[in-house]
């Protein structure tokens, strides 16, 4: 027999055909706050310092949080579970040790240290994944036991001299410092992108009219392509304005585009989303619940071990302040921040860009203003605070209990 899956406020999700329709500011109630905040933050900023909103400081803006995106996109899927990981910036510096002392002291071919660094970082994950999933011990107490031993690695790796540096011509250096994509590749991706999705959500309502489902209409679909194509379009129009879009921005944009596909189309993004709800219903209806965990912690490693080789990249260099806890709390904090639960079960791919984008926006503010530092801490303590305090309220407004 099949038991149903049901939300946190007790409702199955099959008793709700338009679940999937509902637009994403109901879906993810979080997000309209993110985006307001966003805007005020470009605002008071350019306000304070008219250089801020200028084409060349937003491409160095959209360079610095590229990296810290794909770490936060990892940690996306492990909040959506309702686990944690606090190890994902001791596994980014692991990785980068690890490529650069693989391609600089070894002699291994770029591509070879690359994949051993991000293999090594998805090695670590899977080993969380299979202590919490088989053995039961708690995830906080295995990341935390991992960012011990990832900082303990990432300086045997490193060696005595605990630094090791890239050659500026070495190819990695150039992708992340150097490479950007040409303005009409850029348009056309963007109009690739735009094309793919109008054809899906078509395709999507027409199938679901057809199983005398509901479906969301015309003028709606339509406001949906629209904003997608000006939240790609305007934003790549301005950067190439400048140097335009990096070569790494393009990689985490494509990474979060092809999570989020995942996340809505696969199996396994309805087994996240079920399990983060309710494990033990998601477990009574059939879910892979011990697998789906193992490959969310798998996937997080990874894309951290993947976010510390293009640092490496960007940085020219690997050393022992590489990742460290600051990163891993900024990582969490900008994935709470966009809009993914703390308690699980709701969330998206966009939500690293989202919280990314305003961790950086202030942290680029307060550069130009040449503030101390501490006060960027601060600042986006009291953000998340809020964020945190939107989720809880949303929450309770929808009578869905916490954990």
Avoid at 105 to 121: E, Y
Avoid at 309 to 328: E, I, K, M, P
Avoid at 332 to 352: D, E, K, N, Y
Wanted: proline letters at 4%.
């Amino acid at each position: 027999m099949t038991v149903p899956v049901v939300d946190r406020g007790g409702i199955p999700v099959a008793d709700r055909p338009d679940w999937r329709w509902r637009s994403w500011d109901e879906r993810d109630p979080g997000r309209i706050p993110v985006l307001i905040a966003l805007v005020l933050i470009a605002l008071v900023f350019q306000a304070l310092n008219g250089a801020y909103l200028s084409a060349d400081n937003l491409v160095n803006l959209a360079l610095q949080a590229s990296t810290t995106g794909i770490l936060t996109l990892g940690v996306v899927l492990v909040l959506m579970v309702g686990q944690i990981d606090l190890s994902v910036g001791a596994v980014s510096g692991v990785a980068a040790a690890v490529v650069t002392v693989g391609f600089v002291r070894a002699g291994w071919p770029l591509i070879v240290a690359v994949l051993v660094a991000v293999a090594v970082g998805t090695a670590l994950g899977a080993g969380y994944g299979w202590m919490f999933a088989r053995l039961g011990v708690p995830s906080f107490v295995i990341t935390l036991s991992g960012l011990m031993v990832g900082v303990g690695l990432q300086a045997q790796v490193l060696g005595p001299t605990a630094s090791v540096n890239l050659p500026y011509e070495s190819g990695l250096v150039r992708f992340a410092q150097q490479t950007f994509l040409p303005p009409v590749l850029s348009a056309g991706l963007v109009v690739a992108v735009v094309l793919a999705y109008t054809t899906s959500r078509l395709v999507d309502r027409r199938r679901r009219i057809a199983a005398e489902l509901s479906a969301p209409s015309l003028g709606a679909t339509a406001a949906r392509i629209a904003a997608l194509a000006a939240g790609l379009g305007v934003p790549v129009w301005y950067l190439s304005r400048g140097r335009g879009v990096g070569a790494i921005v393009a990689v985490f944009i494509g990474l979060v585009w092809a999570t989020d596909i995942v996340l809505r189309r696969t199996q396994w993004g309805r087994s996240v989303r079920a399990i983060g709800s309710s494990v033990e219903s998601a477990r009574l209806a059939g879910f892979p619940v011990r697998r789906v965990y193992i490959a969310a912690f798998m996937a997080c490693a990874g894309l951290a071990a993947l976010a510390g080789v293009l640092s490496a990249g960007r940085f020219a260099a690997a050393n022992q302040s590489t990742g460290g806890a600051d990163l891993t709390l900024t990582a969490i904090a900008a994935a709470v921040i966009g809009g993914t639960s703390l308690f699980g079960g709701r969330g998206s791919a966009w939500s690293a860009v989202l919280g990314v984008a305003v961790i950086h926006a202030i942290s680029s503010g307060l550069t130009l203003l040449t503030a101390d530092g501490s006060l960027r801490y601060i600042v986006t303590g009291v953000v998340l605070a809020l964020a945190v305090t939107v989720d809880a309220v949303s929450r309770r407004s929808r009578g869905v209990p916490g954990r």
